[in-house]
């Protein structure tokens, strides 16, 4: 491989896990509203949305080791 695609393949790994870090609120509208009722009585709301941000992470997790696998197996990865 030369010099310019490790290079590219190293930025647009870099570029995807600066993309990651943002802080992400993901709710549906059913769980939107049973946190909200919930508030008042507990912390039970910040659960539900930290249960949903865990389930929605795991795919990319998931998606993100094959993809490394695939790139070592192609040698851009040294």
Same mark, same amino acid.
């Given at each position: 491989?030369?010099?310019?695609?490790?290079? !590219?393949?190293?930025?647009?790994?870099?570029?995807?896990?600066?993309?990651?870090?943002? %802080?992400? %609120?993901?709710? *549906?509208?059913? *769980? +939107?509203?049973?946190?909200? %009722?919930?508030?008042?009585?507990?912390?039970?709301?910040?659960?539900?949305?930290?249960?949903?941000?865990?389930?929605?992470?795991?795919?990319? !997790?998931?998606?993100?080791?094959?993809?490394?696998?695939?790139? +070592? +197996?192609?040698?851009?990865?040294?």
């Amino acid at each position: 491989m030369t010099r310019r695609s490790v290079s !590219i393949a190293r930025f647009a790994l870099a570029m995807a896990a600066i993309l990651m870090l943002a %802080d992400v %609120d993901a709710q *549906c509208v059913m *769980c +939107k509203a049973v946190a909200e %009722d919930s508030a008042a009585e507990g912390a039970v709301g910040r659960g539900i949305n930290q249960g949903i941000l865990y389930i929605m992470a795991v795919p990319y !997790i998931l998606i993100g080791i094959f993809g490394f696998f695939v790139v +070592k +197996k192609w040698g851009l990865v040294e």
